[in-house]
Protein backbone atom coordinates (compact mmCIF):
# COMPACT_ATOMS: atom_id res chain seq x y z
CA UNK A 1 0.00 0.00 0.00
CA UNK A 2 0.60 3.49 -1.02
CA UNK A 3 2.39 5.52 2.66
CA UNK A 4 2.42 8.45 0.91
CA UNK A 5 -0.45 9.86 -1.57
CA UNK A 6 0.13 13.32 -3.64
CA UNK A 7 -2.85 13.37 -5.51
CA UNK A 8 -2.03 16.66 -8.03
CA UNK A 9 0.53 15.48 -10.41
CA UNK A 10 0.60 19.32 -11.60
CA UNK A 11 -0.56 22.84 -10.51
CA UNK A 12 -0.38 25.84 -11.99
CA UNK A 13 -0.57 29.77 -9.74
CA UNK A 14 0.03 32.67 -10.24
CA UNK A 15 3.01 34.87 -8.75
CA UNK A 16 2.49 36.26 -5.56
CA UNK A 17 -0.70 33.88 -4.82
CA UNK A 18 -1.04 31.51 -2.16
CA UNK A 19 -0.88 27.82 -3.34
CA UNK A 20 -1.74 24.81 -1.23
CA UNK A 21 -0.22 21.07 -2.26
CA UNK A 22 -2.22 17.54 -0.61
CA UNK A 23 -0.19 14.92 0.76
CA UNK A 24 -1.79 11.58 3.02
CA UNK A 25 -0.26 9.48 4.28
CA UNK A 26 -0.04 6.38 5.98
CA UNK A 27 1.19 4.93 9.17
CA UNK A 28 0.36 2.73 12.23
CA UNK A 29 3.57 4.05 14.29
CA UNK A 30 2.76 6.86 16.55
CA UNK A 31 6.08 8.14 15.97
CA UNK A 32 6.75 9.66 12.60
CA UNK A 33 8.47 12.63 10.90
CA UNK A 34 6.60 14.51 7.79
CA UNK A 35 8.99 16.24 4.81
CA UNK A 36 8.64 18.41 2.37
CA UNK A 37 11.35 18.74 -0.34
CA UNK A 38 11.74 20.71 -3.86
CA UNK A 39 12.99 19.75 -6.57
CA UNK A 40 14.18 22.11 -9.88
CA UNK A 41 14.68 21.03 -12.97
CA UNK A 42 18.64 20.96 -11.81
CA UNK A 43 17.42 17.38 -10.11
CA UNK A 44 18.88 18.37 -6.36
CA UNK A 45 16.43 17.45 -3.75
CA UNK A 46 15.83 20.87 -1.54
CA UNK A 47 14.28 20.48 2.09
CA UNK A 48 11.85 22.75 2.98
CA UNK A 49 10.26 21.48 5.75
CA UNK A 50 9.20 19.17 8.75
CA UNK A 51 6.59 18.19 10.93
CA UNK A 52 6.81 15.81 13.92
CA UNK A 53 4.04 13.81 14.66
CA UNK A 54 4.08 14.90 18.25
CA UNK A 55 4.45 18.48 16.96
CA UNK A 56 1.67 20.12 17.99
CA UNK A 57 1.87 23.33 16.31
CA UNK A 58 2.14 23.66 12.42
CA UNK A 59 5.57 23.92 11.55
CA UNK A 60 6.71 27.32 9.36
CA UNK A 61 9.45 28.09 7.21
CA UNK A 62 9.53 31.54 6.39
CA UNK A 63 7.08 31.19 3.24
CA UNK A 64 6.48 27.56 3.50
CA UNK A 65 3.94 26.56 6.39
CA UNK A 66 2.65 22.45 6.76
CA UNK A 67 -1.16 21.88 7.55
CA UNK A 68 -0.64 18.81 9.72
CA UNK A 69 -4.21 17.53 10.40
CA UNK A 70 -3.44 14.04 12.52
CA UNK A 71 -6.56 12.70 12.39
CA UNK A 72 -7.16 13.00 8.97
CA UNK A 73 -3.34 11.92 8.05
CA UNK A 74 -2.70 15.11 6.37
CA UNK A 75 0.33 17.04 5.85
CA UNK A 76 -0.77 19.43 3.23
CA UNK A 77 2.09 22.04 2.46
CA UNK A 78 1.52 25.97 1.55
CA UNK A 79 3.33 28.30 -0.25
CA UNK A 80 2.33 31.52 0.05
CA UNK A 81 2.93 34.27 -2.11
CA UNK A 82 4.41 32.31 -4.98
CA UNK A 83 7.75 33.51 -6.76
CA UNK A 84 8.78 31.95 -9.87
CA UNK A 85 12.17 30.28 -8.62
CA UNK A 86 9.21 28.38 -6.40
CA UNK A 87 8.65 26.22 -9.98
CA UNK A 88 9.27 23.11 -9.49
CA UNK A 89 8.32 19.61 -8.14
CA UNK A 90 7.26 19.31 -4.87
CA UNK A 91 7.79 15.96 -2.59
CA UNK A 92 5.95 14.67 0.62
CA UNK A 93 7.83 12.06 2.65
CA UNK A 94 7.31 10.03 6.15
CA UNK A 95 9.99 9.17 8.06
CA UNK A 96 8.35 5.93 10.20
CA UNK A 97 9.44 5.32 13.41
CA UNK A 98 12.64 6.33 15.75
CA UNK A 99 15.29 3.82 14.85
CA UNK A 100 16.47 4.63 11.10
CA UNK A 101 15.74 7.89 8.77
CA UNK A 102 14.70 5.96 5.89
CA UNK A 103 12.06 7.84 4.16
CA UNK A 104 8.71 7.33 1.62
CA UNK A 105 8.24 9.45 -0.76
CA UNK A 106 4.90 10.46 -2.73
CA UNK A 107 4.82 10.50 -6.46
CA UNK A 108 5.70 14.24 -5.91
CA UNK A 109 3.32 17.61 -7.65
CA UNK A 110 4.65 19.69 -10.32
CA UNK A 111 4.04 23.40 -9.47
CA UNK A 112 4.35 26.05 -12.02
CA UNK A 113 4.08 29.62 -11.48
CA UNK A 114 2.59 31.97 -13.47
CA UNK A 115 4.26 36.03 -14.30
CA UNK B 1 28.44 23.05 7.97
CA UNK B 2 27.94 19.72 6.43
CA UNK B 3 28.16 18.71 2.76
CA UNK B 4 28.13 15.92 0.92
CA UNK B 5 28.88 15.57 -2.85
CA UNK B 6 28.46 12.59 -5.57
CA UNK B 7 29.69 12.41 -8.81
CA UNK B 8 29.86 11.83 -11.78
CA UNK B 9 27.21 14.27 -12.09
CA UNK B 10 26.32 12.47 -15.95
CA UNK B 11 27.25 9.84 -17.57
CA UNK B 12 26.22 7.44 -20.53
CA UNK B 13 26.86 3.80 -20.36
CA UNK B 14 26.27 0.70 -22.38
CA UNK B 15 24.35 -2.14 -21.58
CA UNK B 16 26.73 -5.04 -19.56
CA UNK B 17 29.34 -2.02 -18.33
CA UNK B 18 30.54 -1.46 -14.87
CA UNK B 19 29.53 1.00 -12.77
CA UNK B 20 30.57 3.23 -9.64
CA UNK B 21 28.87 6.35 -8.69
CA UNK B 22 30.58 8.01 -5.44
CA UNK B 23 29.56 9.83 -2.40
CA UNK B 24 31.18 12.40 0.33
CA UNK B 25 30.01 13.77 3.17
CA UNK B 26 31.80 16.27 5.11
CA UNK B 27 31.87 18.24 8.06
CA UNK B 28 29.94 15.68 10.03
CA UNK B 29 30.84 11.80 11.47
CA UNK B 30 28.79 8.60 11.93
CA UNK B 31 26.24 9.56 9.96
CA UNK B 32 23.32 7.40 7.85
CA UNK B 33 23.79 7.26 3.99
CA UNK B 34 21.59 6.29 1.58
CA UNK B 35 21.43 5.65 -2.27
CA UNK B 36 17.98 6.32 -3.59
CA UNK B 37 16.91 6.37 -7.43
CA UNK B 38 14.32 8.33 -8.74
CA UNK B 39 13.01 6.92 -12.32
CA UNK B 40 11.16 9.83 -14.75
CA UNK B 41 8.57 11.86 -13.66
CA UNK B 42 8.16 9.50 -10.86
CA UNK B 43 8.85 9.28 -6.59
CA UNK B 44 12.47 8.54 -4.74
CA UNK B 45 12.87 4.93 -4.20
CA UNK B 46 15.34 3.70 -1.32
CA UNK B 47 17.86 1.37 -2.69
CA UNK B 48 20.16 1.37 0.22
CA UNK B 49 21.19 2.87 3.48
CA UNK B 50 24.39 2.42 5.78
CA UNK B 51 24.18 3.42 9.19
CA UNK B 52 28.19 2.20 9.92
CA UNK B 53 31.20 0.97 7.98
CA UNK B 54 30.99 -2.33 5.98
CA UNK B 55 27.20 -1.95 6.96
CA UNK B 56 24.98 -1.78 4.11
CA UNK B 57 21.13 -2.76 3.97
CA UNK B 58 19.41 -3.55 0.55
CA UNK B 59 15.83 -2.29 0.26
CA UNK B 60 14.73 -3.60 -3.20
CA UNK B 61 16.79 -6.50 -5.12
CA UNK B 62 18.12 -5.21 -8.15
CA UNK B 63 21.61 -5.42 -10.22
CA UNK B 64 23.15 -3.02 -8.14
CA UNK B 65 25.13 -3.31 -4.74
CA UNK B 66 26.59 -0.96 -2.64
CA UNK B 67 29.61 -0.29 -0.01
CA UNK B 68 30.76 1.36 2.77
CA UNK B 69 34.62 1.58 3.02
CA UNK B 70 35.03 4.90 5.06
CA UNK B 71 32.63 6.53 7.44
CA UNK B 72 31.95 9.19 4.80
CA UNK B 73 32.13 7.76 1.36
CA UNK B 74 29.24 5.43 -0.05
CA UNK B 75 29.73 3.99 -3.05
CA UNK B 76 26.95 2.76 -5.63
CA UNK B 77 28.52 0.15 -8.09
CA UNK B 78 26.87 -2.55 -10.75
CA UNK B 79 29.04 -5.33 -12.62
CA UNK B 80 26.97 -5.34 -15.54
CA UNK B 81 24.51 -2.65 -16.11
CA UNK B 82 20.99 -3.29 -17.68
CA UNK B 83 18.86 -0.93 -19.41
CA UNK B 84 16.60 -0.35 -16.53
CA UNK B 85 18.98 0.72 -14.65
CA UNK B 86 18.66 4.44 -16.30
CA UNK B 87 17.47 6.72 -13.93
CA UNK B 88 18.46 9.83 -11.49
CA UNK B 89 20.28 8.53 -8.70
CA UNK B 90 20.56 10.29 -5.22
CA UNK B 91 22.89 9.94 -2.56
CA UNK B 92 21.74 11.18 0.97
CA UNK B 93 23.10 11.54 4.86
CA UNK B 94 21.35 12.24 8.24
CA UNK B 95 22.40 12.10 11.58
CA UNK B 96 21.98 8.76 13.63
CA UNK B 97 18.83 8.41 15.58
CA UNK B 98 19.56 10.21 19.25
CA UNK B 99 22.33 12.34 17.56
CA UNK B 100 20.00 14.93 17.23
CA UNK B 101 16.34 13.79 17.29
CA UNK B 102 13.96 16.72 16.43
CA UNK B 103 13.69 16.67 12.52
CA UNK B 104 17.20 14.72 11.80
CA UNK B 105 16.47 16.13 8.01
CA UNK B 106 17.82 13.47 5.42
CA UNK B 107 19.77 15.46 2.96
CA UNK B 108 20.72 14.97 -0.92
CA UNK B 109 23.50 15.70 -3.22
CA UNK B 110 23.39 16.87 -6.32
CA UNK B 111 22.63 13.84 -7.87
CA UNK B 112 24.02 11.76 -10.74
CA UNK B 113 22.08 10.85 -13.78
CA UNK B 114 23.06 7.67 -15.33
CA UNK B 115 21.52 6.63 -18.93
CA UNK B 116 21.88 2.70 -19.94
CA UNK B 117 22.28 2.47 -23.84
Known amino acids: AQKITQTQPGMFVQEKEAVTLDCTYD???????LFWYKQPSSGEMIFLIY??????QNATEGRYSLNFQKARKSANLVISASQLGDSAMYFCAMREGTNDYKLSFGAGTTVTVRA | SQTIHQWPATLVQPVGSPLSLECTVEGTSNPNLYWYRQAAGRGLQLLFYSVGIGQISSEVPQNLSASRPQDRQFILSSKKLLLSDSGFYLC????????????????FGEGSWLTVV
Open chain 1, 51 to 56: QGSYDE
Open chain 2, 92 to 107: AWSNRPGQAFSGNTIY
Open chain 1, 27 to 33: TSDQSYG
